[in-house]
Every structure is written in structure tokens, then in C-alpha cells.
């Protein structure tokens, strides 16, 4: 039985990590102001539609999970502190993804 634990606890570690990994295929990709901007994965928020949480990376560089506010155009970060939009924030692309997705 003691066998069994550690044995468990290993498969139980391994499925968590890979469930919260980021793809490495991106959603959609997007050219502004001369900076590349993929969306790896974006969920909108049920209970404020104008939130969004992505994982996306600019210029190939990964940025951790943040929320997006489309509404007050500032962002979440990962570490609870809240900032507006800067020059080459990916907010354009995020905000503007399920607004395309509804047309087709």
C-alpha cells in the first residue's frame, strides 16, 4: 500500500501539470503596431462578459495568464495588480476574438 502512494501521487502531479499548459499551437495570430500577438487560449468570464482571462506572447515571448478588462481597458495581472494598456498590450486582439468568431 505504501508502494501505491508515491506511485499516485506521481500520475495525480503529471495530469495537473499537463492540463494547465499553454498549447503550442496559438488560436489566432495578428500583426499590430509592428509586434506579432497570438492568443494560446482566452476564456470569457461568465459573470462579466467584458473580461476575458488569455494566455498570449508577443514577438514569441509568453506572458502568463492575465485578464483583460475590455470595458475599463486596463489589465489584470497574474500577480492581482491592475494596469492600464500600454503601447503593444495585446487588448485590440483579445477584446476583439469572440467578436469575430460571431460573425461566421
Same mark, same amino acid.
Not at 21 to 48: G, T, Y
Not at 66 to 71: G, I, K, Q
Not at 93 to 103: A, H, Y
Given at each position: /500500500?505504501?508502494? +501505491? ?7 495525480? #502531479?503529471?495530469?495537473? =501539470? %499537463?492540463? %494547465?499548459?499553454?498549447? *503550442?499551437? &496559438?488560436?489566432?495570430? $495578428?500583426?499590430?503596431? +509592428?509586434?506579432?500577438?497570438?492568443? %494560446? ?8 462578459? @467584458?473580461?476575458?482571462?488569455? @494566455? #498570449? =506572447? ?6 502568463? /495568464?492575465? !485578464?483583460?478588462?475590455?470595458? *475599463?481597458? =486596463?489589465? /489584470? $495581472?497574474?500577480?492581482? !495588480? ?6 503593444? *498590450? &495585446? ?6 476574438? %469572440?467578436?469575430?468568431? =460571431?460573425?461566421?
Amino acid at each position: /500500500m505504501r508502494r +501505491a502512494i508515491p506511485s499516485i501521487a506521481i500520475l495525480l #502531479v503529471s495530469l495537473f =501539470s %499537463f492540463s %494547465f499548459s499553454v498549447p *503550442d499551437k &496559438p488560436l489566432i495570430c $495578428r500583426e499590430e503596431n +509592428a509586434h506579432q500577438i497570438c492568443i %494560446f487560449r482566452i476564456k470569457r468570464s461568465a459573470k462579466n462578459y @467584458w473580461e476575458y482571462r488569455a @494566455w #498570449v =506572447s508577443i514577438d514569441d515571448r509568453p506572458r502568463p /495568464m492575465e !485578464t483583460y478588462n475590455c470595458r *475599463d481597458r =486596463s489589465v /489584470m $495581472r497574474s500577480d492581482g !495588480t491592475r494596469v492600464s494598456f500600454g503601447a503593444i *498590450d &495585446p487588448i485590440d486582439v483579445v477584446c476583439s476574438f %469572440f467578436e469575430k468568431l =460571431s460573425r461566421y
